[in-house]
């Protein structure tokens, strides 16, 4: 089973709310990632969580706060979001590189939340 | 630089065609990995096929071929006899042995099988 889910599908919120996506992966996997996706482009990466650590954060804005409560959840806490924001939010688990046999540490991703600022 | 170009932005074939999606990459590293993923208008990614720098040997799953060829650099993704359902974005990617966790997309091939 290669499911990662994500709740909700869509979202749309204001500049002054407070709201969070969820991810949820029961495939064993330590790493999660968060990934942001505008229109006609590709996915770009913002956080990687290995071991439920945070090992990788692209310089995104503290508006956008990620938290990894346990090995399968993942969570992106969004606060005074800006209308730019709005993307499809997608989630990712793996195992971590150099957990041993080849191949596993494929990217294995979600339906993703399509995230809309007013 | 870690790099990978797609330079196909569309493609549009008619049913039962065959079609060819290109991906050239760049990267230093001796160790690397190719991905392609599949990305229907309902937004999930879909992986399709990992492809290991030490492991040369093309592949066919179904409709589905890949021929990764190292001399050129390039990792190309044949679909035979199209279908309607095959219709979406194709990402090819590349992480390398010294990179972390990180995934580098091309910027897609969208690839449309009108009936």
């Known amino acids: 089973d290669t499911e990662v889910t994500q709740t909700p599908k869509h979202l749309v919120m204001g500049m002054t709310n407070k709201k969070s996506l969820k991810c949820e992966q029961h495939?064993?996997?330590?790493?999660m990632y968060w990934y942001k996706q505008k229109a006609k482009k590709p996915p770009e990466l913002m956080f990687v969580y290995s071991y439920e650590k945070l090992s990788i954060n692209e310089s995104v804005p503290s508006r956008f706060s990620p938290e990894c409560p346990n090995s399968s959840l993942l969570n992106l806490h969004l606060h005074a979001l800006q209308p730019e924001d709005s993307a499809l939010y997608l989630c990712a688990s793996s195992q971590p590189k150099g957990s041993g046999r080849r191949g596993l540490d494929t990217q294995y991703f979600g339906p993703g939340t399509r995230l809309t600022v007013l | 630089a870690q790099k990978v170009t797609q330079a196909q932005t569309e493609i549009s074939v008619v049913e039962k065609e065959d079609v060819t999606l290109d991906c050239v990459y760049e990267?230093?590293?001796?160790?690397?990995?190719l991905f392609w993923y599949k990305q229907p208008p309902s937004g999930e990614l879909v992986f399709l096929i990992r492809r290991n720098s030490f492991d040369e040997q093309n592949e066919i799953s179904g409709r589905y071929s890949w021929n990764f060829q190292k001399s050129t650099s390039s990792f190309n993704f044949t679909i035979t006899a199209s279908q309607v359902v095959d219709s979406a974005v194709y990402f090819c990617?590349?992480?390398?042995?010294?990179?972390?966790?990180?995934?580098?997309f091309g910027q897609g091939t969208r690839l449309t099988i009108n009936p």
């Open positions: 495939m064993g996997h330590r790493a």
């Open positions: 990267t230093r590293d001796t160790t690397y990995y």
């Open positions: 990617a590349l992480s390398w042995h010294q990179g972390a966790q990180k995934l580098v």
